[in-house]
């Protein structure tokens, strides 16, 4: 056994309670075999993957707090810091009832090569809780936010670590903690991103995720002879990356024809009504079962289902594994030509593979929602500077970071002798800087 395969064995040991977490690492370990064996030797020496699959360190806390009724609940948070070798730790928090350390481990893994990506000087990281805030009152939420950044606090700064919003986390929730953040610290900085536009956050913020997940698409679609306009786009979730990759996929001339929630999903011949669906998931945090009634000619459908419908591009936007073989299978039988993720890891591995040997267009979700990320590094460089640039200025930015990202990917599998592969472009371009530094630091 080589050396990669010798360490990732000892990971599944040592870790065969945290399957998300082994499913990241293992995808990730696949595409990086032929660079591992091209420095076997020194990545060996200098024990470059054991560091990279164990984090840097993880805090684990209890948030209790009081519900409308009088009653103290309780909560556990998580933050998972994962590397820092390029930056400070940079990722999300995510609220939802699935939440446990094996989910924030992948998660936090991911978020090291995805930073690295972006071109900018952010490490990798991740955190979040088992709180589900749908079903709260905005005074349960808060006093949540405020419990549980009353222990983060002690672990972020501006230049330690950053967090910023992901499932279940928007512009409320990251209100309330950057609030109690400062109420504690008595620090006015940039500590969290996904801010309001009144107190620090960055235009395109809010758009980031979707709309880079569509220059990359766009990018992809052109440098393969295809281009978006007039094509059909089936995407998955409703939250703040479905809504806002339906924005520009629609601008940039597809018809985005579905989206879902984790009850059901909707068909809409015609394209989706983007205000209607911004109106009951962003206004009324009601379910996707409301949308007949701004649309009664459209179909609602209970469970998933998504991937059945015929589209030429496919983006899957909600969660993880969403996207199992018999929905790759279904795609391809309708001639899918591209899928690019907007959530993280949707796609599991055996669907990945079909996709990628039946010729279909794939980019990961490490390269492919960069833009979010990178546009709270964006945030962050206006909040050093106290200065604030203008839409067009951000989102002209994210375009150039996607672009090269697809571009680097594009190259780094070529240079492997894979082109085409972007999942093993994705992982290879973003090992290549962490190790780099990684190298540079000594044994730390
Ligand atoms: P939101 O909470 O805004 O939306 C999540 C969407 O996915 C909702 O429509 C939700 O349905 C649905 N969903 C959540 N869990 C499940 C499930 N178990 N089964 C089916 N549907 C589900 O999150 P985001 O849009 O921010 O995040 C979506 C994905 O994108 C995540 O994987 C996240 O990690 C990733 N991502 C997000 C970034 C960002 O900037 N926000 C950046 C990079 C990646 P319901 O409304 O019923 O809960």
């Known amino acids: 056994m080589g ?58 806390f209890r948030v209790p707090w009081v519900d409308d009724s009088g009653k103290i609940r309780v909560n556990t948070g998580y933050r998972v810091q994962f590397n ?69 606090c002690k672990y972020i700064g501006a230049d330690t670590d950053v967090p910023a919003g992901d499932i279940g986390t928007g512009a409320r929730e990251i209100g309330y903690m950057f609030g109690q953040y400062k109420r504690i610290k008595g620090l006015y900085e940039g500590v969290l991103t996904g801010k309001g536009l009144s107190y620090g ?56 024809v579905t989206l879902s929630d984790s009850t059901g999903w909707i068909y809409d011949a015609e394209g989706i009504d983007l205000d209607a669906v911004k109106e009951i998931k962003e206004v009324n945090r009601a379910r996707l079962s409301e949308y007949k009634k701004y649309r009664p000619n459209s179909e609602y459908h209970e469970g998933r289902g998504v991937w059945s419908v015929k589209a030429d591009v496919a983006l899957p936007c909600a969660t993880q594994n969403e996207l199992l073989i018999d929905d790759a299978k279904a795609l391809v039988a309708n001639g899918v030509k591209a899928v690019c993720e907007g959530a993280n890891m949707p796609t ?34 206006q909040n050093s500077e106290r200065l604030s640039w203008t839409f067009e200025e951000v989102d002209e930015k994210l375009k150039g970071i996607m672009t090269n990202i697809y571009h680097n990917i594009d190259n780094a599998s070529a240079e492997y002798g894979m082109k085409g592969n972007y999942v093993a472009g994705a992982n290879i371009a973003g090992f290549a800087k962490v190790v780099d530094a990684m190298l540079a630091h000594g044994a730390c």
Not at 353 to 364: A, S, T
């Open 3 to 60: 050396y990669l395969e010798n360490v990732l064995e000892s990971v599944q040991k040592k870790y065969s309670y945290q399957p998300e977490f082994l499913q990241a690492v293992s995808e990730v370990f696949e595409s990086l075999s032929p660079v591992i064996e091209r420095n076997q030797k020194l990545y060996e020496q200098e024990a470059i993957l054991e560091r990279i699959t164990e984090p840097d360190r993880q805090v684990q």
């Open 84 to 152: 820092n070798s390029i930056g400070p730790y940079k990722g999300g928090l995510r609220l939802h009832p699935s939440v446990n350390l094996s989910v924030i481990k992948f998660l936090g893994f991911e978020q090291v090569f995805k930073n690295s990506l972006t071109g900018l000087p952010i490490g990798g990281g991740k955190g979040g809780s088992d709180f589900d805030p749908k079903g709260k009152s905005d005074r349960e939420v808060m006093a949540f936010c405020q419990s549980f950044m009353t222990e983060l």
């Open 201 to 256: 956050g960055s235009l395109v913020r809010t758009q980031a995720t979707g709309y880079g997940l569509l220059y990359i698409t766009d990018e992809l679609l052109k440098c393969n002879g295809l281009g978006l306009d007039g094509k059909t786009v089936t995407i998955s979730g409703s939250g703040n990356v479905a809504i806002y990759a339906a924005e520009k996929a629609m601008q940039l001339g597809g018809k985005v």
């Open 348 to 381: 599991s591995i055996e669907a990945t593979k079909y996709l990628q040997e039946n010729g279909v267009l794939f980019v990961p979700g490490k390269a492919a929602n960069a833009g979010g990320v990178a546009t709270s590094a964006l945030e962050m460089s």
